[in-house]
């Protein structure tokens, strides 16, 4: 054998040897860590790779799997119910977190001021309906959208206003009441979490802009939101992937997997599990339905950091050498 070949060997052989000595000097660490990669890939990544593996198959869950090849996602992007479904879920997440982040950001600031006491009472009462069960929620508000019986109505019959059919008739009110009920969970959360980025913002910011007379306005968009954008940016990653994932309030609501009346309360996570399990047994499809879903939280996730990235401006300037 000759020199060159030797080292070919050599060379090959020794990332391997330096692998498997590593591996038995700190193996008592890996013991302790097997558990996590396990569980990840049997439950995580396994179940992600078969599923997308799943949608190219038209599968009922008992007979043999046959293969469909891109039918499912082209069936997909032509059925009408999926295109309401998801300009249901659209419109109720950019309506509602136009709420839910804003006024979350505006108690934010509020609590964050010197003004306010008791500032904890108040953190507890914002941030209680997002500890409370999703189905009590959706229960209660069922019983405040009440036709005959509940407050709402009382609210605008009290007003002289006729009462209104929140569930029936062409179902125009159906993704208003889901949308109330929705800023009503998460406003909360959403506070808590600028809250606590504008505790972190120095007091002196403050103090100096309250010196050369600024208004609180003006300290609000020139100070605090600029300095929150990584904050905010998270949260609306946040949101994009809960009003994706919307389901338990809209099915309480409406008590219909098909959204109501005129499908008007239908999200596109009740129409994914209307396929499977729920209502049918189309796992091929239904795992198609998943992933476009999971394509179209990517992209909207990416034009949010594009749009909430710092610009040129903001980006500290490199030391030069």
């Known amino acids: 054998m000759d020199d060159s070949s030797m080292l070919v060997r050599r060379g090959t052989a020794s990332p391997l040897r330096s692998f498997l000595s590593q591996l038995k000097k700190n193996r008592v660490a890996y013991a302790y860590i097997a558990p996590f990669y396990l569980l990840f890939f049997v439950f995580g990544l396994f179940p992600i790779a078969a599923g997308l593996y799943l949608s190219f198959f038209s599968w009922d869950g008992i007979s043999r799997a046959l293969f469909v090849g891109l039918r499912n996602y082209a069936r997909l992007l032509t059925d009408p119910m999926f295109w309401k479904a998801l300009y249901n879920t659209a419109y109720i997440g950019v309506f509602a977190h136009i709420f839910i982040l804003g006024g979350g950001l505006v108690l934010a600031y509020i609590l964050n001021s010197n003004q306010v006491k008791n500032k904890d009472i108040f953190k507890a009462v914002y941030f209680l309906p997002v500890v409370t069960s999703s189905v009590v929620v959706a229960i209660v508000f069922q019983a405040?959208?009440?036709?005959?019986?509940?407050?709402?109505?009382?609210?605008?019959?009290?007003?002289?206003?006729?009462?209104?059919?929140?569930?029936?008739?062409?179902?125009?009110?159906?993704?208003?009441?889901?949308?109330?009920?929705?800023?009503?969970?998460?406003?909360?959360?959403?506070?808590?979490?600028?809250?606590?980025?504008?505790?972190?913002?120095?007091?002196?910011?403050?103090?100096?802009?309250?010196?050369?007379?600024?208004?609180?306005?003006?300290?609000?968009?020139?100070?605090?939101?600029?300095?929150?954008?990584?904050?905010?940016?998270?949260?609306?990653?946040?949101?994009?992937?809960?009003?994706?994932?919307?389901?338990?309030?809209?099915?309480?609501?409406?008590?219909?997997?098909?959204?109501?009346?005129?499908?008007?309360?239908?999200?596109?996570?009740?129409?994914?599990?209307?396929?499977?399990?729920?209502?049918?047994?189309?796992?091929?499809?239904?795992?198609?339905?998943?992933y476009v879903l999971c394509a179209i939280i990517v992209v909207v996730s990416m034009i949010n950091m594009k749009l909430f990235s710092p610009s040129e401006g903001e980006k500290p300037a490199r030391r030069r050498a």
């Open 144 to 290: 405040m959208f009440g036709t005959n019986s509940g407050l709402f109505n009382y609210a605008l019959q009290s007003l002289g206003l006729h009462k209104i059919d929140w569930w029936g008739g062409r179902g125009d009110y159906i993704k208003p009441a889901i949308l109330i009920m929705f800023v009503w969970r998460w406003m909360g959360w959403n506070m808590v979490i600028y809250l606590a980025g504008m505790q972190g913002i120095p007091r002196e910011l403050y103090e100096a802009a309250e010196m050369d007379g600024a208004r609180h306005t003006h300290v609000f968009f020139r100070i605090t939101v600029p300095i929150l954008k990584p904050i905010i940016l998270f949260t609306i990653l946040q949101s994009v992937i809960g009003t994706i994932n919307l389901f338990t309030e809209p099915l309480v609501l409406t008590n219909s997997m098909k959204g109501g009346q005129n499908n008007q309360g239908l999200t596109v996570m009740m129409y994914l599990l209307d396929k499977a399990p729920w209502g049918n047994n189309l796992y091929g499809y239904a795992s198609a339905c998943a």
